[in-house]
């Protein structure tokens, strides 16, 4: 199987009608969708289970039983399982929502919390902005979904490379990001995605940086600075 990008912000444009979400890529289990959120109706849903947004481009209201949410770009905001939402804005907003399939999400014997257990609250926090405070290569954790975790860190210089133990998918939100797969070598700049197939191996760096977002499986490898000449650790 060979890599595949995606540009999301062609993909938004294309979207003709609001909050009707658009699969990006289907990890097993978990997807990637793309959505826009544009008007003050909104839209009414429920999250059956937890799910992860993550704001590209505008702002999003999420209003829901236990408080509102004002979520700008780069927020990502986790969603708890089954609480119900009034999800809006002003103005015409990208977002991507992490979430799983549906015939996952509806299947017997998912497990859900038990009647009566307390329920996380509505979150959000600025990955785009935090890891701009930590060293290339930390990977900061921006929420669960499922058996995939989604992490953000900023990529300066080069990394190991490595192998996807599972379907990953690559987000840049700002900055270049560089790859290579054996004779197989791109670009994903700014509001695109690249998806890894599960045992592909691939190197990536960022001459002058780039913020991205990592959706992969809970015990899977994360990229990591190769170890420059000299022993030490480039970025």
Same mark, same amino acid.
Request: hydrophobic content about 40%; some cysteine.
């Given at each position: 199987?060979?890599?595949?990008?995606?540009?999301?912000?062609?993909?938004?444009?294309?979207?003709?009608?609001? +909050?009707?979400?658009? @699969?990006?890529?289907?990890?097993?289990?978990?997807?990637?969708?793309? +959505? $826009?959120?544009?008007?003050?109706?909104?839209?009414?849903?429920?999250?059956?289970?937890?799910?992860?947004?993550?704001?590209?481009?505008?702002? !999003?209201?999420?209003?829901?039983?236990?408080?509102?949410?004002?979520?700008?770009?780069?927020?990502? $905001? /986790?969603? *708890?399982?089954?609480?119900?939402?009034?999800?809006?804005?002003? !103005?015409?907003?990208?977002?991507?929502?992490?979430?799983?399939?549906?015939?996952?999400?509806?299947?017997?014997?998912?497990?859900?919390?038990?009647?009566?257990?307390?329920?996380?609250?509505?979150?959000?926090?600025?990955?785009?902005?935090?890891?701009? %405070? #930590?060293?290339?290569?930390?990977?900061?954790?921006?929420?669960? @979904?499922?058996?995939?975790?989604?992490?953000? %860190?900023?990529? @300066?210089?080069?990394?190991?490379? +490595?192998?996807?133990?599972? *379907?990953?998918?690559?987000? &840049?939100? /700002?900055?270049?990001?560089?790859?290579?797969?054996?004779?197989?070598?791109? %670009?994903?700049?700014? #509001?695109?995605?690249?998806?890894? *197939?599960?045992?592909?191996? @691939? %190197?990536?760096?960022?001459?002058?940086?780039?913020?991205?977002?990592?959706? &992969?499986?809970?015990?899977?490898?994360?990229?990591? *600075?190769?170890?420059?000449?000299?022993?030490?650790? /480039?970025?």
């Amino acid at each position: 199987m060979v890599l595949r990008k995606h540009d999301l912000s062609a993909m938004a444009e294309e979207l003709d009608t609001p +909050f009707m979400p658009e @699969v990006i890529e289907s990890l097993g289990g978990v997807e990637a969708s793309l +959505f $826009v959120c544009d008007g003050q109706k909104g839209w009414h849903r429920r999250a059956d289970a937890a799910e992860l947004a993550v704001i590209l481009e505008g702002v !999003m209201t999420l209003d829901g039983a236990d408080g509102l949410v004002v979520a700008d770009e780069g927020d990502a $905001v /986790r969603i *708890p399982e089954g609480i119900g939402l009034k999800v809006q804005s002003g !103005m015409r907003t990208n977002v991507i929502l992490i979430h799983e399939s549906d015939a996952l999400s509806s299947a017997n014997g998912r497990p859900s919390l038990p009647p009566g257990a307390p329920r996380p609250p509505l979150s959000k926090s600025n990955v785009a902005v935090d890891v701009l %405070s #930590s060293d290339p290569f930390h990977w900061r954790e921006a929420g669960t @979904v499922g058996e995939y975790r989604v992490v953000a %860190s900023r990529l @300066v210089g080069a990394a190991k490379p +490595f192998k996807a133990a599972g *379907p990953t998918l690559a987000i &840049v939100y /700002r900055g270049v990001l560089d790859y290579r797969s054996g004779t197989e070598t791109g %670009s994903v700049v700014g #509001s695109e995605a690249l998806f890894v *197939p599960t045992g592909t191996p @691939v %190197s990536l760096s960022s001459e002058r940086g780039a913020t991205v977002l990592l959706v &992969v499986g809970k015990q899977a490898e994360l990229p990591a *600075p190769s170890v420059a000449e000299g022993g030490g650790e /480039r970025g």
